[in-house]
């Protein structure tokens, strides 16, 4: 049976009681894309390939850049052809979106709301993983939810000593370094400074200094039907 909740900050953290499984455990996002450049992920699971048309992110003239692991893949949309086009302006599909890989939203025109539909991944009851490459990675996580604390839960983005977090403040990044013998989170002029926070649909750089890590996530089973929540980048579930 399709099982349509409404899931709230509170509820992940709370550690509800184990309840009955839900088999198709279906949520409505809704992220603001402001003006310009930002960094996002797609917070929801829907369609074969999340390709940008599936998950309903059409703006005209709006770009998408998708990290290759040294640099970037552009995909540019086109309302009146219903089309997209790559970096040479030749035509290609559209780019596959799925949630936990982040990527760069260029929208050309006004803020503007996009409402996801799809699947919480993980689902309840189960446990998913990204994973987390040596040197940089764009990323986002897979859980929809919104932290003052990436590392806890239910976002648990892996301590790694050494790792560089770079969030996208709108004109910049912001730096973030993980390091054991400073103490612990220290800023771009090594001063310390707080964990970083994590925003629904909201896309980040992690620098690995290391070999490859699990970034591991898990849901319980859950039965939420009446709350909602919001982050700090004007997104939420409904």
Known sequence: MRTQIILSL????????????????????????????????????NGLTNGA????LLIDGEQIFTWNGSGFDTFAYDLTSNSWSDGASSLTVAPSLPPGRGFFFFNPGPSTN??????ITPSPGSSNFITLATGYSLVGSLLPASLTNITT????????????????????????????GLGGWT????????APSYSLGQGFFIWNPGPPVAWVQSLPYQDVHSSSFSSSSSSSIH
Not at 53 to 56: C, D, Q, R, S, T
Not at 187 to 194: A, E, G, I, R
């Open 10 to 45: 509170v509820a992940l953290l709370a550690g509800l009681a184990p309840a009955k499984a839900q088999t198709d455990v279906v949520a409505y996002a809704t992220v603001t894309f402001p003006s310009g450049f930002s960094l996002a992920v797609n917070p929801l699971s």
């Open 53 to 56: 048309n599936e998950i309903g």
């Open 114 to 119: 996009i409402v996801f539909e799809g699947r």
């Open 153 to 180: 839960a239910p976002i648990n983005l892996p301590l790694i000593d050494g790792m560089i977090i770079l969030t996208w403040n709108g004109t910049g990044y912001n730096y973030s370094l993980f390091d054991s």
């Open 187 to 194: 800023d771009v002029n090594v001063q310390p400074t707080l």
